[in-house]
């Protein structure tokens, strides 16, 4: 399994950027999928970008499609959401999350409930 930790958070006003950071330690020499996640008081965790470790597609919740991007840095194993356009919407705790997918299993895309590996989270809070 592969521990997880979130940085990058912050306070900015709308329009602003931010890049949030995921550093993954434990087994990072499997094969993963990756999700990036938020969860704003009183509402449900919803998925915001989602790919696969090795690579392929990376699959953005339509809220955010155009203004953030997730990349990885495996020489680091680091995971980073870079968002831009910041709007009060997106204020938010940010989790990064995996889970294995070892033996052919299929990445869980935005179904928070099928990743298994969760970092601590980092809060960004964009204001108007």
């Known amino acids: 399994q592969v521990q997880l930790v979130e940085s990058g958070g912050g306070s900015v006003q709308a329009g602003g950027s931010l890049r949030l950071s995921c550093a993954a330690s434990?087994?990072?020499?499997?094969?993963?999928?990756m999700g990036w996640f938020r969860q704003a008081p009183g509402k449900e965790r919803e998925g915001v970008a989602v790919?696969?470790?090795?690579?392929?597609?990376?699959f953005y919740a339509d809220s955010v499609k155009g203004r953030f991007t997730a990349s990885q840095d495996n020489a680091k194993n680091t995971l980073y959401l870079e968002m831009n356009g910041l709007k009060p919407d997106d204020s938010a705790m940010y989790y990064c999350?995996?889970?294995?997918?070892?033996?052919?299993?299929?990445?869980?895309?935005?179904?928070?409930?099928?990743?298994?590996?969760w970092g601590q989270g980092t809060q960004v809070t964009v204001s108007s």
């Open positions: 999350a995996a889970v294995s997918s070892a033996g052919g299993r299929s990445c869980p895309g935005f179904d928070s409930r099928g990743y298994n590996s």
């Open positions: 434990g087994d990072t020499s499997s094969s993963y999928c």
């Open positions: 790919f696969y470790i090795r690579g392929g597609t990376t």
